[in-house]
């Protein structure tokens, strides 16, 4: 497998995008925990994971570290220059070993930079034209788990993956 790190969003991606407030101001996110399975395919396939976005928040913090996501990046407003940091820190080459998921303006560039490039299915329709895959989950409705699955069976290794773990279920 070419793919040596997969980039992700958070909010349209991992979230439908919406901000939730309670009555004394605190933000509130829901997250598809079916994304989780995504992480732990593309973790148990050697795959590192890097969150970059434009959000700043202890909220998207607490999911990276639960989720024990290896990079990320918060506050970022043009994503592409601290993806190719990155990539030049991993000696990686976004054109032949990355991969990305966004899903708004702000995500086009690094779209455009990668291997392989997805969207969720309620992207605008000038981000999808940027992007080789189109897919078909909305953000937040577990979109990134469609994206770390289709990425592992494009490369043919879902099978294997999910082998390991119905094995691993197995033995309780």
Not at 27 to 44: H, N, P, Q
Not at 144 to 171: C, P, S, V
Request: aromatic share 8%; charged share 30%; glycine share 10%.
């Amino acid at each position: 497998m070419d793919i040596k790190l997969v980039l992700t969003d958070i909010d349209g991606v991992w979230t439908d995008g919406g901000m939730y407030y309670d009555n004394t101001g605190n933000e509130l996110k829901k997250f598809a925990t079916s994304d989780s399975a995504g992480v732990l395919f593309l973790r148990k396939s050697g795959i590192p994971i890097g969150i970059i976005t434009g959000e700043d928040t202890e909220i998207v913090r607490r999911r990276a570290e639960k989720l024990r996501i290896e990079y990320l990046f918060m506050g970022v407003q043009n994503k592409l220059p601290v993806a190719l940091d990155l990539c030049k820190k991993l000696g990686l080459q976004p054109e032949k070993e990355v991969a990305y998921i966004g899903d708004d303006i702000i995500d086009i560039p690094l779209l455009q930079r990668v291997k392989i490039s997805a969207v969720p299915a309620n992207a605008p329709e000038y981000v999808k034209k940027h992007a080789l895959w189109k897919l078909e989950k909305r953000g937040g409705d577990g979109v990134f788990r469609e994206f770390a699955e289709r990425l592992l069976t494009h490369y043919g290794l879902m099978d294997n993956i999910l082998q390991w773990y119905i094995e691993r279920l197995g033995k309780g």
